[in-house]
């Protein structure tokens, strides 16, 4: 008798006539999860129940259009646009053309064919990061295979090296040129974007009953919609972006509700495609402008740039990868962690803080510490009268603060 403990509960598992029988017992005890297994060999062998064979695995291109296309569609049509037109809907579209993949059973797809597939997108001139879109899809629906209970095991797809990752900081400097050079409403949204962090869809999607005057020291943004459950959030406004929305409001005639920024799409408000021409227009007067005074010209940057700057700003003034996370909407930390770039100067500081404790008396570093959680300042009185050892506490303090 074999069985094997998932959880809580107890498993049995065994060959009959070539065919491979697994039940749960849905007991704890072990002894009892044996005997329940002898009295289903017993009952098998007289032929008082019979194995309940498997439903017959459909290829890919079946549970795509019967399972995983209605559950993308149900899941991110409404809450996130974006991500099922932009992303789901035309990857499955992609996966669907390559008929090698899209013709094999489930259970039979391994790591190989993910790489065909890598390799046939790769010859269409794809790049790397485009080609990891489309796999990103592929991994999704065969892991939901194995959620739902079609197969039992997907295949590990790797992922091509050299993807172009969204890491551009745009500079203040850069920031104030292309504000100069922007039209409205892109220079209006742009602002928001940089003092905010919220993504481009988040921000298009914002209406006036999300906006509260009162709230904070300057109001405060409410973010209905966004890629996960994390992403509703309360965002405090800076003093920029209320005198933006405050000026808005008020050539609207201060509406209760409807869209912060509304454009004759079939949405009712602006989408990216709206503001392309825009934003390309903004870089060429700003190269121009760059020429004409002798500067460097600013690196083109794309609207979701704004938002790792907003974020990068935020982690290097600071900020816990915890807070950031619940600021930007995260559902985890891993996310966020990305979005920060300590610079030298940041990590020197960290070191110089550690060993201006590790250089102080003993007694003296729990009050050090709590003073600069604390804010307050120090009043020192050390066992020794070194002036050099009261120099080096003085400098622990400022630094903690």
């Known amino acids: 008798m074999s069985i094997f403990k998932r959880g809580n509960v107890y498993w049995y598992h065994f060959l009959y006539e070539g065919q491979h029988v697994q039940k749960s017992t849905g007991q704890g005890n072990p002894r009892t999860a044996r005997q329940i297994e002898a009295a289903f060999r017993t009952a098998l062998a007289k032929g008082e129940v019979g194995i309940v064979k498997r439903k017959p695995v459909p290829t890919l291109a079946d549970f795509l259009d019967n399972r995983f296309e209605p559950w993308a569609r149900t899941t991110f049509e409404k809450p996130s646009p974006r991500t099922w037109a932009g992303w789901y809907r035309t990857q499955i579209a992609n996966i669907r053309a390559y008929a090698p993949l899209v013709g094999l059973k489930l259970d039979t797809i391994t790591s190989e064919h993910a790489a065909d597939y890598a390799a046939h997108l790769q010859t269409k001139g794809w790049l790397p990061s485009s080609v990891n879109s489309s796999l990103r899809v592929l991994r999704r629906a065969l892991r939901l295979a194995v959620e739902w209970g079609i197969v039992q095991s997907s295949p590990k797809i790797k992922l091509l090296r050299g993807e172009h990752h969204r890491d551009r900081v745009v500079t203040p400097d850069e920031e104030s040129r292309y504000l100069a050079a922007a ?10 974007l940089t003092d905010t962090g919220v993504r481009p869809e988040e921000c298009f999607r914002l209406c006036w009953e999300s906006v509260t005057w009162v709230n904070g020291r300057h109001g405060t943004l409410f973010v209905t919609h966004g890629k996960t459950a994390a992403a509703r959030r309360v ?3 800076t003093p920029r972006v209320r005198a933006i929305l405050e000026s808005r409001w008020d050539r609207a005639g201060k509406p209760v509700e409807g869209w912060i920024w509304p454009a004759p799409t079939r949405s009712g408000h602006i989408e990216g495609s709206s503001l392309r021409k825009q934003h390309a227009k903004a870089f060429e007067l700003v190269a121009k402008e760059a020429t004409k005074n002798n500067l460097k010209p600013v ?4 609207l979701y740039s704004l938002r790792h700057t907003f974020l990068t700003r935020l982690g290097e003034s600071g900020c816990d990868a915890w807070t ?16 920060v770039h300590p610079n030298a100067d940041a990590v020197m500081n960290v070191f110089a803080r550690m060993e201006a404790k590790k250089a102080l008396p003993s007694a003296t570093v729990e009050s050090v510490n709590q003073a600069g959680k604390d804010g307050q300042s120090l009043q020192f009185s050390l066992h020794s009268e070194s002036a050099e050892e009261l120099s ?9 603060q």
């Not at 996370?325 to 962690?337: E, T």
């Not at 080096?392 to 903690?400: M, N, R």
């Open 183 to 192: 039209p409205e409403p892109l220079a209006s949204i742009v602002a928001v």
């Open 235 to 237: 965002l405090p406004m």
């Open 299 to 302: 690196r083109p940057f794309v």
């Open 324 to 339: 950031l996370a619940r600021i930007a909407g995260h559902s985890s930390i891993v996310m966020s962690a990305r979005y």
């Open 392 to 400: 080096v506490a003085k400098y622990a303090v400022s630094a903690v």
